[in-house]
Structures are given as C-alpha cells and as structure tokens.
C-alpha cells in the first residue's frame, strides 16, 4: 500500500486521510471541505504549542491518540482519545502543549449554521453566540453517541459524490451539529431542555405529518419539523408523543421504511440502493430495522418481488 495514502476507515479513529501506519510519526497536516463543515486531520509528530487567539466559528477537536492541552477563555481541559475539547468563537484558545503522539481531528463549523440550528430547537432566535463547556466526554454516554454520528460522516464522506451522497452528506452534517448542541453543556442548555412545552395545536402536528408524508425523502431534523410546526423541538416532541405515540424522527422513519418497502416490493433496485435513497446510510443497521418492522429481512422483499416481475 502507497504509505502516503489512509486507509478507508469505520470510525473517526481510523480516518480515511489520516497517514498509514509508515508515516505515522511525521507531520501531517490535511483537510476535507464540506458543506457545513471543514475536517482536519492534524499531527505534527513532536511536541508543539499553537496559539490561534480568538476564533471567528465554532470547533471541536477529537484526540485520537495522545493528549492536547486545550484552553479556551478560562476553561481547561486535557483532551484525550477519551475527552474532546469544544472551542467556542471570540474566546482566547490555544493549545500550551500538543503532545508529540498526539494526532486529532479538529472539525470547524461556521457560528452561522451552529446558531441557525439552535434556534430551530429553540423556536426562537439565538441573539448570543454560544458558549459551549470546554470539556466533552466521548467515551460514554451522549458524547459516544455524537462521536458515531461523526464517524458515519467520516465515513459517508470516503469515495466518489453523487447528488444522492451529497444529500446525506449534508444531513450527517447537521445531525453532528444539532448533537452537539444536544450532548454537550452550553449557555442556552437549560432552556433547550427545562422550559416547559407550550402549547401545540393539531393544526400544526398536522403540517409536520403532511410534510413527512408528502417528502419523506427530504433530510430533515429535529429543528426543520419544529419550523414546520411552528414551536420549539421540545414542544413539538411532547405534542407529537402525545398524539401520535411516537417522535417525529421516529415517524419520519418508520414512513421511509415504509417507502423502501415499496420499492423492495418492485424491485426498483438493490437492497443497497433503495436503503441509501431513503436515508439509511448504514446497510446492516437498515436490516435490523427492516426486520423488526416487518418481520423479514430487506433481501426477502426483493427476492419476492423480483420473482413476481419474472411472472409478469
């Protein structure tokens, strides 16, 4: 294998730019643009000290191999393949001492889309930039789980871009944003999980339904159906619980599964194709889902219905 190239990997510790294993104790500094986010993967091989003084967006750095000491305004933390760091713009960071083992991806998202996304949570404008708590556990817990979303999109991001992998692309990208609001501690967290839900009326859950139903197709969050409603994603979860017995991501999956059964009922692809088309990225995690809601597993529907088109 060419030692200048990585290997495609399954989780953000195996990166698919980051170097072989060859190279892995040189400089190594690379970067992939997105379109909500910018990815690096940055080592330098021994130890160093950088100082970017204060950040126009929003970063987080996940160390995956050695430690970085991370400072951000009066906040501290030792990042490790078992803390992240999250750095919030106009506070004074810098990094005292990056550890000569030490390689971490630091992926930047732009204040805009950040605070343009919480305010879809909240269903109010963000007036303040956001100041998030230094320190992110990723070793457990709600931090684990961001850092898989962050994997998927490593992930997803590997190969050739067609229109359809953009499209997902872009919606692995705000599900990383909207997690990381989510899972990690920040100014407006008490309000994003302790105002109380206000009212919602039937009208609105309505809209959310018929949009679900009318583009099941369309990579949308939690914060897109709360616009769509009208009020917070908290107020639209408790309405949505409550009369339909469900989330509306739930919903939104179980419709998509739905479609894809239709489509697997005409053959109109591989199992592979039609579960990328509707939003699942993850082959095996499509047929586990696949069976616990009907019973069969993908590749029994498209067996059917391909033998029904040959009987045609």
């Known amino acids: 294998m060419d030692c200048r190239r990585g290997r495609s990997g399954k989780g953000a510790n195996d990166v698919f730019w980051k170097p072989a294993k060859c190279e892995a104790h040189r400089p190594w500094l690379t970067a992939v643009h997105l379109t909500l986010t910018t990815i690096g993967y940055v080592r330098f091989g021994t130890t160093a000290s950088v100082d970017p003084g204060d950040l126009p967006a929003y970063h987080v750095n996940v160390v995956l191999s050695g430690t970085v000491d991370s400072r951000c305004g009066d906040q501290q933390a030792i990042a490790s393949p078992r803390m992240a760091a999250v750095f919030s713009p106009h506070r004074h960071t810098s990094l005292p001492r990056w550890d000569a083992d030490a390689a971490q991806l630091s992926i930047k998202f732009e204040r805009f889309q950040v605070e343009q996304e919480l305010a879809g949570l909240l269903g109010r404008p963000v007036v303040k930039p956001i100041d998030f708590r230094?320190?992110?556990?990723?070793?457990?817990?709600?931090?684990?789980?961001?850092?898989?979303?962050?994997?998927?999109?490593?992930?997803?991001?590997?190969?050739?871009?067609?229109?359809?992998?953009?499209?997902?692309?872009?919606?692995?990208?705000?599900?990383?944003?909207?997690?990381?609001?989510?899972?990690?501690?920040?100014?407006?967290?008490?309000?994003?999980?302790?105002?109380?839900?206000?009212?919602?009326?039937?009208?609105?859950?309505?809209?959310?339904?018929?949009?679900?139903?009318?583009?099941?197709d369309r990579d949308y969050?939690?914060?897109?159906?709360?616009?769509?409603?009208?009020?917070?994603?908290?107020?639209?979860?408790?309405?949505?619980?409550?009369?339909?017995?469900?989330?509306?991501?739930?919903?939104?999956?179980?419709?998509?599964?739905?479609?894809?059964r239709e489509d697997l009922a005409q053959a109109h692809g591989s199992v592979a194709d039609i579960a990328y088309y509707w939003g699942f990225t993850n082959p095996g995690r499509f047929a586990h889902a696949y069976l616990d809601r009907f019973g069969e597993l993908p590749a029994e529907t498209l067996g059917a219905g391909r033998t029904s088109r040959a009987r045609r």
Not at 184 to 211: G, N, W
């Open 134 to 216: 230094l320190a992110l556990p990723v070793d457990d817990g709600a931090g684990r789980r961001w850092l898989s979303i962050l994997a998927a999109l490593l992930q997803s991001a590997d190969g050739p871009r067609g229109t359809a992998k953009l499209r997902h692309l872009e919606s692995l990208e705000r599900s990383l944003i909207s997690g990381l609001l989510i899972s990690q501690v920040h100014s407006y967290t008490e309000q994003l999980t302790s105002d109380p839900p206000q009212h919602t009326p039937q009208a609105a859950i309505d809209r959310v339904i018929d949009e679900i139903q009318r583009a099941p």
């Open 221 to 260: 969050t939690v914060a897109d159906l709360a616009r769509i409603a009208g009020t917070s994603a908290r107020s639209l979860q408790y309405a949505f619980h409550e009369r339909c017995g469900t989330t509306p991501m739930r919903y939104l999956r179980q419709v998509r599964l739905d479609r894809a």
